[in-house]
């Protein structure tokens, strides 16, 4: 058994051996080819790896992992063809394949060489652990089992055999043993009786034959009991199938009748028939109980038994022996015989022996008891002699020949297994207890088992051998273990298979992650690095805005000022407008991609500040409506009453709500080709889903209310709350919501693309020929201002599906300080706020400050006063509006839709008409209308607002000619009436009464197809057949395209023109229809309007529209708003810069709207002439002004200066100023600067100085003001300027010492104990807004940037000191 | 160009013309640019040298911080805070007399001293004082011949 382990065992460990080292899988299969296996498992993992890795590949991030995973492809793949080529074996096909795609996509990719891979190693590693646990389980499981088994098995399967053996034996000993004692008994016995009883046949026969009868019968019948006398003497009993005999010798052989001593003695080679014929045997069958003989006595031939070797020995042994041998007697039997000597008297002439034989087949049938299938027991002597078998053979042993060996036996197995073991017989012979045992001896083709073990009888050894198949002990035991082993080799290759497969796999996944984990990382540092660079980038960017715009504003103000120098039709005119647009352009592409780097760089800061977001919108549209009008486009502004109310005046960035603005109404018009780009806009309340979720930009792109409401998280609590309790109103009235809407009737946006737009450099027709231009910038920068401002834009559905164009909609938060009280125009305050503007705008600008300033202010005080007066009228009647009836002819339906329905809330009356040709029937209907209003209800025909809407949107439907043939019909029909109405009012003056309606013609120039002379007159003489009975008025609208003569035209007609408006409508222009409806129906001074209007509008020499009272505003307001432009927009820029722009600005200003202010005071002082004196005194005007301009501009390029130099010669005079400048040169600069404009000048090059002064005077002053003898600056200072040791310091940033913010602190918290306000201006070359956020945080008043430039200085100084530093 | 001439003398138109070219190429080139207008109509019957003076505070100004400079960038570590104050000081006297290109050089030089990079930053010094040097020995240049002007009689005319 154990020799088949111990086999087993190494030949499973080298075979698995080499597989690990290979690192292959632990896929230890006998009689496998381990490399197979391992390019099996190689291909099956390079395949899923492909596989992988192809879906990997759409990753980019993953690239580099793709990459490492593709090296390891790579290498398997390698080592797989590799082994392939070297076996040359048929390769697997699943292998081959990939490795030819791995090979294809490895060629395709750089591959830096075959490197030490940890990760291999550790797989290798792990796969090898796991098959020596693998191996060390299997083995020790199969040897626990198997081996315990075949112990155990092999334990009680010997002592099975032994006990089979002992128990053959001990039968075998049972039976001869029991013949020992009685043979024993019978010899003392026979010794006893006289030795004449034992030498005679009769005495014999008297004494031993009973005894021998009573011995035999005592012992088997199978026994054979015999006396041997020593003279030839014989009884037998014997026993055989037919019965039992007797057998006896008639007397000795020596011949009785001689006398003693004369006996013949035996001679060697004797025959005994011969030489003794008187000897002879007797044999007599004898009955079975008594032994008397009952047959006839039968002679046989005697045998000389006397002569027998065994015989001779036992008589001279001490005990007798035992002998295996033929009988004595009875030559056929075979007998195992004990012999024992019988002494009577000497012992050593012993007188006979006594045998106890038994028959070998009685032997046989002792051992026959033990069968055991297939195998053998059988009986030897030492010598090989067979004494009796069992088992496979079970007949009687016919022994005929006593020297029969075992070896030679007829029975294969006996006489091979006596083979085997005849040489081992001496061996066995001296064994004791123990068994020699021999296993798997083969015989004949079966292994079989052998036990033998002696057999120890009185002197005989006999060797008893047990011969069992093998099968029948180990078969099942030996074909179980094997089933057993195979299934653990099986198990644990599978197990090593799979597990392989799960390290590879876990490997795969942990390595992939770390790859995974170490790109990301790489990624993120990237990413960080790219980060920073481009805030770099864009930081610089940023920075270098100011470098960029200041050449391009100084091209753009050159050009202007050429401008006006050249003649307006010369070549070299319209040469420089050329340039102006194109620089234009220019600035403006320059502008969005700044304003995006500046996005990016987060440096966009919004600069609040209040202003009329309605003016701000009409400003845009009007700029747009001259693009529009040009391409055919009506551009529209739909402002709700509420918007006009509340939002009129809001804080915020209104450079940034303009360009916004600009952006989207700029795109419609580039993309739409016909039709109308309306902007709408409306209040919108606050609720929970207006607003983006606020947390997300925190702060950062919320205007300042939010912003600053956001900086803690209990007030981002406090805010939620607050939003979420915004239902309806505004909550705390210091913020408002506006939405926006810009519609077009473009080409539209594709629906997928609705979010791109909004993207930077996207634009809709990227891949097409470039019909359109710009940057792609536009809607990206408008998305994030919107966001800036806390709003969202998107581009939302049109009302019909089918409509064309795009809807932008957009909200924004703007702050209000106050509640939005009612605003108009006759707010005082705001109207103070304007004139101020105003004022300091002509100061600022200096236009002819010297000459016109004075008159300016007096003049414009008084306009102002007028017009607030009206304001005042209208607000304070009631409108009486309901019999008004208002004729709209106007092309643009969107437009039209507007006027109409801010009229018709109004409870105005509104006919809408898009053609001359349909006035004439339009007015005889309203004529119908006012005059039989009685019978036009009961006929049903409803002239209300209902119908006329029908009718509108039935105009809208059908072009002139149908109207006019169903006018016609309509006429015809209502002809009757009409003339019964006539009738009735000529008969009865209770129906005629004065007619209570009133008419309001606004006329579209562009509706006009004839001549516009024509038309008038066509007019005139319509209204003069109703002017008697219906006052009217009449409202031109003009557009850019409308030909100046056309507008002079209209100008001189007192009749049939009462306004001229410019198109588009919006709500302050219609502000002006409703004076002009108001003085109609009566509520104000008929004859102050009709004296104004005119006079003011003929001003305009080309196409600045407006009545009387708003041409000044609106002139002022545009140039405050100029100002504004230039204060926001440019404040970040150099001043100086700023300077020539703001005034390149009011220069076009002037010349596109030339003499709009000189002009309109002057004849606002003459005021109640004649228009068309006025007319005739507008050339000298012009001429006037463009001679003052000619005298201005020509000088020098920089006209600021001269300006400056020409109104502020002594603009500072009497001021003391600090000038705080660590630069040398700046220093000088600005000392001789502030000298020229009359100041005195202390010079300082650091802060502590600076503050040391500052404090210094402070504290002197404070003592002498206190002792009122303060003679340094009393001159023309003010009381207040009497505290003040400093009227002004001029604080560069940044100086050594003590920088100008600190020092301003400083002097700020000293100041703050003495309630005294040095101004201090902060000089700074940085020129980004949050530099001046800082400057103000700091205490600062004022920010200008380096160098300093005098204008600019001077708009501070003015801001400061107010209008006082002008007037001194 | 309206050139306003006081003196009829050859000699001064040619100097006059001289430097009329001489102040064009200036603007032209780049080299000054509207500040420098400015300082020079600051000069009036009270500062007769007072464009002289103001180039003479450049020059030794600007050689001061362009010694600074250097020897802050031989340092080792540069102190790139302190090379960005300097810059910044420089750009601010340039600007200041208008000095364009030289202040065009600082910006340049500020951006690499923001990214502290070294390289750059000498480079940008090698630049600044080329240019420096370059408006220096201009304005020289100018303002002796407008003293040659004044010396011949003539008066310095006026750039409109």
């Given at each position: 058994?154990?020799?088949?382990?111990?086999?087993?065992?190494?030949?499973?460990?080298?075979?698995?051996?080499?597989?690990?080292?290979?690192?292959?899988?632990?896929?230890?299969?006998?009689?496998?080819?381990?490399?197979?296996?391992?390019?099996?498992?190689?291909?099956?993992?390079?395949?899923?790896?492909?596989?992988?890795?192809?879906?990997?590949?759409?990753?980019?991030?993953?690239?580099?992992?793709?990459?490492?995973?593709?090296?390891?492809?790579?290498?398997?793949?390698?080592?797989?063809?590799?082994?392939?080529?070297?076996?040359?074996?048929?390769?697997?096909?699943?292998?081959?394949?990939?490795?030819?795609?791995?090979?294809?996509?490895?060629?395709?990719?750089?591959?830096?060489?075959?490197?030490?891979?940890?990760?291999?190693?550790?797989?290798?590693?792990?796969?090898?652990?796991?098959?020596?646990?693998?191996?060390?389980?299997?083995?020790?499981?199969?040897?626990?089992?198997?081996?315990?088994?075949?112990?155990?098995?092999?334990?009680?399967?010997?002592?099975?055999?032994?006990?089979?053996?002992?128990?053959?034996?001990?039968?075998?000993?049972?039976?001869?043993?029991?013949?020992?004692?009685?043979?024993?008994?019978?010899?003392?016995?026979?010794?006893?009786?006289?030795?004449?009883?034992?030498?005679?046949?009769?005495?014999?026969?008297?004494k031993v034959a009973p005894a021998l009868f009573l011995v035999f019968s005592v012992l088997s019948r199978r026994a054979c009991v015999t006396f041997f006398g020593s003279t030839g003497l014989l009884i037998s009993y014997a026993a055989d199938e037919s019965g039992t005999y007797l057998t006896y010798a008639n007397r000795s052989y020596l011949y009785p009748s001689l006398p003693q001593g004369a006996e013949l003695p035996w001679m060697e080679g004797e025959v005994i028939s011969d030489t003794r014929p008187w000897y002879q045997w007797y044999r007599q069958r004898i009955d079975d109980a008594t032994g008397y003989p009952i047959g006839e006595a039968l002679s046989v031939s005697p045998i000389p038994f006397w002569d027998d070797k065994v015989l001779k020995s036992s008589l001279q042994s001490l005990n007798g022996v035992a002998d295996w041998g033929p009988s004595l007697v009875d030559s056929q039997q075979v007998l195992f015989a004990y012999l024992s000597p019988v002494r009577t008297g000497q012992p050593s002439d012993p007188q006979g022996a006594v045998s106890i034989g038994i028959p070998a087949p009685n032997i046989n049938y002792l051992l026959g008891d033990f069968s055991v299938e297939g195998g053998a027991i059988f009986l030897t002597t030492i010598q090989g002699h067979l004494i009796a078998q069992a088992g496979r053979s079970l007949q009687v042993l016919k022994v005929n020949n006593t020297n029969e060996l075992a070896s030679q036996s007829e029975n294969s197995l006996i006489s091979g297994a006596a083979q085997y073991l005849m040489p081992h017989f001496p061996y066995i012979s001296t064994l004791e207890d123990e068994s020699f045992t021999v296993n798997k001896l083969e015989i004949e083709g079966i292994q079989y088992t052998i036990d033998s073990g002696p057999l120890h009888l009185a002197g005989a050894t006999l060797v008893c051998t047990v011969v069992l198949p093998y099968s029948s002990i180990w078969g099942l035991t030996q074909r179980w273990s094997h089933i057993t082993l195979a299934v653990l080799v099986a198990l644990a290759t599978t197990m090593g298979i799979v597990g392989c497969f799960f390290v590879k796999l876990l490997t795969k996944g942990v390595s992939n992650e770390m790859r995974l984990r170490a790109a990301l990382i790489q990624q993120l540092e990237e990413t960080k690095r790219a980060e920073t660079k481009s805030n770099h980038k864009s930081l610089v960017f940023a920075n270098m805005s100011h470098d960029l715009r200041t050449p391009l504003a100084a091209i753009l103000g050159l050009i202007d000022l050429c401008l006006s120098d050249a003649s307006e039709f010369s070549e070299l005119g319209s040469n420089l407008l050329q340039m102006k647009s194109c620089a234009t352009n220019l600035l403006g592409i320059l502008n969005s991609i700044l304003d995006m780097s500046k996005i990016e760089a987060g440096k966009i800061l919004l600069q609040d500040s209040e202003f009329d977001l309605v003016s701000a919108l009409e400003e845009v549209i009007d700029t747009f409506?001259?693009?529009?009008?040009?391409?055919?486009?009506?551009?529209?502004?739909?402002?709700?009453?509420?918007?006009?109310?509340?939002?009129?005046?809001?804080?915020?960035?209104?450079?940034?709500?303009?360009?916004?603005?600009?952006?989207?109404?700029?795109?419609?018009?580039?993309f739409t080709a016909e039709g109308h780009v309306v902007l709408r806009g409306w209040i919108k309340p606050f609720g929970i889903s207006c607003s983006r979720p606020l947390s997300s930009h925190r702060g950062k792109f919320l205007p300042w209310p939010w912003s600053q409401m956001l900086r803690s998280p209990s007030r981002d609590k406090e805010l939620r709350k607050l939003i979420q309790g915004l239902s309806e109103k505004v909550p705390d009235d210091n913020s408002i919501q506006v939405e926006f809407e810009v519609d077009d009737t473009g080409r539209g946006i594709p629906k997928e693309r609705w979010k791109s737009v909004f993207e930077n450099f996207v634009q809709i027709d990227s891949s097409g020929p470039r019909n359109y231009d710009g940057t792609g910038l536009g809607l990206g920068i408008v998305r994030s201002l919107v966001r800036l401002m806390g709003g969202d834009i998107k581009i939302i559905d049109k009302d019909e599906p089918g409509e064309p164009g795009t809807r932008f909609r957009f909200n924004l938060i703007f702050g209000c300080k106050r509640k939005p009280v009612k605003q108009s125009y006759g707010d005082c305050d705001k109207q103070e706020l304007r004139l101020q503007d105003g004022a300091s705008l002509q100061e600022a600008f200096g236009v002819n400050a010297n000459s016109v300033s004075p008159r300016c202010h007096s003049e414009s005080k008084e306009?102002?006063?007028?017009?607030?007066?009206?304001?005042?009228?209208?607000?304070?009647?009631?409108?009486?509006?309901?019999?008004?009836?208002?004729?709209?002819?106007?092309?643009?339906?969107?437009?039209?839709?507007?006027?109409?329905?801010?009229?018709?809330?109004?409870?105005?009356?509104?006919?809408?008409?898009?053609?001359?040709?349909?006035?004439?029937?339009?007015?005889?209907?309203?004529?119908?209308?006012?005059?039989?209003?009685?019978?036009?209800?009961?006929?049903?025909?409803?002239?209300?607002?209902?119908?006329?809407?029908?009718?509108?949107?039935?105009?809208?439907?059908?072009?002139?000619?149908?109207f006019a043939r169903d006018e016609l019909t309509y006429d015809t029909h209502l002809q009757g009436l009409v003339n019964y109405a006539d009738a009735a009012s000529a008969s009865n003056l209770n129906l005629c009464r004065q007619p209570q309606g009133h008419l309001l013609l606004v006329i579209d120039v562009s509706v006009i197809v004839t001549t516009l002379n024509s038309s008038c007159s066509q007019l005139d003489d319509m209204l003069a057949e109703s002017a008697d009975l219906l006052p009217f008025r009449v409202v031109w609208l003009v557009n850019a395209n409308t030909p100046s003569s056309d507008v002079?035209?209209?100008?001189?007609?007192?009749?049939?023109?009462?306004?001229?408006?410019h198109k588009p409508l919006y709500a302050s222009r219609l502000k002006c229809v409703w004076d002009l409806l108001q003085d109609l129906v009566g509520n104000r001074p008929h004859d102050s309007i009709q004296a104004e209007a005119p006079h003011l509008s003929s001003g305009n020499r080309e196409k600045v529209d407006l009545s009387a009272p708003n041409s000044l505003y609106t002139s002022l307001s545009c140039m405050s708003t100029f100002r504004q432009d230039a204060g926001s927009l440019h404040s970040n820029l150099d001043t100086r810069t700023c300077g020539i722009h703001a005034h390149a600005?009011?220069?076009?200003?002037?010349?596109?709207?030339?003499?709009?202010?000189p002009v309109s005071i002057p004849i606002g002082s003459e005021m109640g002439k004649q228009a068309d004196q006025m007319d005739s005194t507008h050339p000298e005007n012009s001429d006037q002004i463009s001679?003052?301009?000619?005298?201005?501009?020509?000088?020098?390029?920089?006209?600021?200066?001269?300006?400056?130099?020409?109104?502020?010669?002594?603009?500072?005079?009497?001021?003391?100023?600090?000038?705080?400048?660590?630069?040398?040169?700046?220093?000088?600069?600005?000392?001789?600067?502030?000298?020229?404009?009359?100041?005195?000048?202390?010079?300082?090059?650091?802060?502590?100085?600076?503050?040391?002064?500052?404090?210094?005077?402070?504290?002197?002053?404070?003592?002498?003001?206190?002792?009122?003898?303060d003679g340094k600056l009393s001159d023309e200072s003010t009381n207040a300027k009497k505290i003040r040791p400093f009227s002004m310091v001029l604080m560069d940033c940044e100086m050594p010492i003590l920088n100008g913010y600190e020092a301003t602190?400083?002097?700020?918290?000293?100041?703050?104990?003495?309630?005294?306000?040095?101004?201090?201006?902060?000089?700074?070359?940085?020129?980004?807004?949050?530099?001046?956020?800082?400057?103000?945080?700091?205490?600062?008043?004022?920010?200008?940037?380096?160098?300093?430039?005098?204008?600019?200085?001077?708009?501070?100084?003015?801001?400061?000191?107010?209008?006082?530093?002008?007037?001194? | 160009?309206?050139?306003?001439?006081?003196?009829?003398?050859?000699?001064?138109?040619?100097?006059?013309?001289?430097?009329?070219?001489?102040?064009?190429?200036?603007?032209?080139?780049?080299?000054?640019?509207?500040?420098?207008?400015?300082?020079?109509?600051?000069?009036?019957?009270?500062?007769?040298?007072?464009?002289?003076?103001?180039?003479?505070?450049?020059?030794?100004?600007?050689?001061?911080?362009?010694?600074?400079?250097?020897?802050?960038?031989?340092?080792?570590?540069?102190?790139?805070?302190?090379?960005?104050?300097?810059?910044?000081?420089?750009?601010?006297?340039?600007?200041?007399?208008?000095?364009?290109?030289?202040?065009?050089?600082?910006?340049?030089?500020?951006?690499?001293?923001?990214?502290?990079?070294?390289?750059?930053?000498l480079q940008a010094l090698q630049q600044i004082k080329q240019e420096f040097f370059a408006v220096k020995s201009k304005l020289e240049a100018l303002l002796q011949l407008e003293q040659q002007i004044l010396a011949a009689g003539g008066s310095v005319p006026m750039m409109e």
């Open positions: 058994m154990n020799d088949a382990t111990g086999e087993s065992s190494p030949t499973c460990i080298s075979s698995c051996w080499p597989v690990f080292s290979l690192g292959s899988t632990a896929s230890q299969v006998r009689g496998r080819n381990p490399d197979t296996i391992f390019s099996y498992d190689l291909g099956l993992l390079s395949e899923k790896q492909v596989d992988v890795d192809t879906a990997w590949a759409t990753s980019s991030i993953l690239a580099d992992v793709e990459k490492a995973s593709m090296n390891d492809v790579r290498r398997t793949t390698n080592n797989v063809t590799a082994k392939e080529e070297g076996e040359g074996d048929a390769p697997d096909e699943g292998t081959s394949n990939c490795s030819a795609c791995c090979r294809e996509r490895v060629s395709s990719r750089p591959f830096c060489g075959v490197m030490w891979n940890p990760l291999l190693t550790s797989r290798l590693g792990l796969m090898g652990l796991l098959a020596v646990l693998l191996v060390i389980m299997t083995v020790l499981t199969w040897i626990l089992t198997s081996i315990n088994l075949q112990q155990s098995v092999s334990l009680v399967a010997s002592k099975y055999r032994h006990q089979m053996l002992l128990h053959s034996r001990d039968k075998a000993d049972a039976a001869f043993r029991n013949n020992n004692p009685s043979s024993v008994s019978l010899t003392t016995f026979l010794a006893s009786l006289k030795q004449d009883s034992l030498s005679s046949a009769d005495g014999m026969h008297a409506s001259v693009v529009g009008s040009k391409k055919g486009i009506e551009i529209a502004l739909d402002l709700s009453d509420g918007f006009v109310e509340k939002a009129s005046w809001v804080i915020g960035d209104v450079g940034r709500v303009k360009q916004i603005m600009a952006n989207l109404l700029s795109n419609g018009v580039k306009a102002f006063g007028l017009m607030s007066n009206m304001e005042h009228n209208r607000l304070d009647s009631p409108p009486t509006m309901e019999c008004v009836h208002i004729l709209l002819a106007m092309q643009g339906q969107a437009g039209r839709k507007v006027v109409k329905k801010w009229m018709e809330r109004r409870g105005l009356h509104v006919w809408t008409i898009a053609s001359w040709e349909e006035i004439m029937p339009t007015l005889k209907r309203i004529k119908r209308e006012v005059f039989c209003p009685s019978f036009n209800t009961s006929e049903n025909f409803d002239h209300k607002i209902p119908e006329c809407q029908i009718y509108d949107s039935w105009i809208d439907d059908f072009d002139g000619k149908n002079q035209f209209l100008k001189r007609q007192s009749k049939t023109c009462n306004l001229i408006l600005l009011a220069m076009r200003n002037l010349s596109d709207a030339p003499n709009l202010l001679s003052s301009r000619v005298d201005v501009v020509p000088h020098r390029s920089l006209d600021n200066t001269v300006n400056s130099r020409n109104r502020s010669q002594n603009a500072l005079l009497g001021m003391h100023i600090l000038v705080a400048e660590d630069n040398p040169i700046l220093q000088r600069l600005a000392k001789t600067q502030l000298v020229r404009l009359g100041a005195t000048v202390q010079c300082v090059d650091n802060g502590a100085e600076a503050a040391r002064l500052v404090l210094e005077y402070l504290y002197k002053s404070r003592v002498s003001s206190s002792e009122d003898s602190q400083r002097i700020r918290n000293e100041e703050n104990r003495y309630g005294i306000r040095t101004p201090i201006i902060a000089l700074t070359a940085h020129a980004m807004a949050q530099d001046e956020k800082k400057c103000i945080e700091a205490g600062m008043d004022f920010y200008l940037t380096k160098p300093l430039a005098i204008g600019a200085l001077l708009d501070a100084v003015s801001k400061i000191f107010g209008r006082s530093v002008e007037a001194p | 160009m309206n050139i306003r001439f006081k003196s009829r003398n050859m000699e001064v138109l040619r100097l006059q013309q001289q430097l009329i070219e001489l102040t064009n190429s200036l603007f032209q080139e780049g080299f000054l640019d509207d500040q420098f207008t400015q300082i020079q109509m600051l000069q009036d019957e009270g500062n007769p040298d007072f464009v002289q003076e103001v180039v003479g505070l450049f020059a030794e100004d600007s050689e001061r911080i362009l010694s600074e400079l250097t020897k802050a960038l031989e340092m080792e570590p540069v102190d790139f805070k302190k090379v960005d104050a300097y810059v910044h000081q420089f750009k601010g006297s340039s600007s200041s007399i208008g000095a364009q290109r030289v202040k065009a050089v600082c910006v340049d030089f500020r951006a690499y001293a923001e990214t502290e990079n070294k390289e750059g930053c």
